[in-house]
């Protein structure tokens, strides 16, 4: 069974462009969170969606958005990017929405000059 | 403010040793606790689940303790292996969270040959 797939792997923008990353969950899982890493923060949520339907949002600007497809495959936007906003993004899957075990790609390392 | 909190930033342990890496938290709404390790480039990887109606999961060579009381957390490695040294993350979830999970800021195990 095929893991959580991101792309790309790697990506470098400037300040005030946008960004869309890409996450496809693992076969037959329905839910896609997706988390960002900072060396000053750690590990933070962003949000989750449930079958195309935003379940939770973390404490992030309006700037991060993201969206759902009816073959569970999750995409995220950052628009108007900031220096800050260079991080690892990780998406993870689950089966679903309660107690599971999240399984990670290895994340769209984003670079913001 | 950090509900959930790794104050050791770093351990040592010889090969063959037991490894304790600690994990507190403050949000008593807090009711299922995982433990992740991450490689430098690459997603965390579950190790071990507790949820709050237990005291103590095993799995293997891995032992999750929790002490609700305390609200503290402890993940046991025997015996270590070098294999084993990656950044190790705790994390929580609450009730009605859904997947949204409240990250440590890890602890960095070195285990020794």
């Known amino acids: 069974k095929a893991g959580v797939t991101q792309t790309p792997r790697y990506l470098i923008k400037t300040r005030g462009q946008q960004v869309t990353l890409s996450c496809s969950p693992i076969s037959g899982h329905r839910s896609v969170s997706w988390y960002q890493q900072t060396p000053g923060q750690g590990l933070q949520f962003l949000f989750e969606?449930?079958?195309?339907?935003?379940?939770n949002k973390g404490n992030f600007p309006g700037r991060f958005s993201g969206r759902q497809f009816s073959n569970s495959r999750s995409e995220m936007n950052v628009s108007t990017l900031e220096l800050g906003d260079s991080a690892l993004y990780l998406c993870?899957?689950?089966?679903?929405?309660?107690?599971?075990?999240?399984?990670f790609g290895s994340g769209t390392q984003l670079s913001v000059l | 403010d950090q509900q959930v909190k790794q104050n050791s930033p770093s351990l040592s342990v010889q090969e063959g040793r037991i490894s304790i890496l600690n994990c507190d938290y403050t949000n008593s709404m807090f009711d299922y606790f995982l433990w992740y390790k991450k490689y430098p480039a690459e997603g965390p990887t579950f190790l071990i689940s507790?949820?709050?109606?237990?005291d103590k999961n095993e799995d293997g060579r891995f032992t999750v303790f929790l002490n609700k009381s305390a609200k503290h957390l402890s993940l046991h490695i025997v015996p270590s292996q070098p294999g084993d040294s990656a950044v190790y993350f705790c994390a929580a979830n609450g009730n009605n969270a859904g997947n949204m999970l409240t990250f440590g800021g890890g602890t960095r195990l070195m285990v020794k040959p």
């Open positions: 993870a899957s689950s089966a679903s929405t309660t107690n599971e075990k999240l399984f």
């Open positions: 507790i949820s709050s109606i237990k």
């Open positions: 969606y449930f079958s195309e339907t935003q379940r």
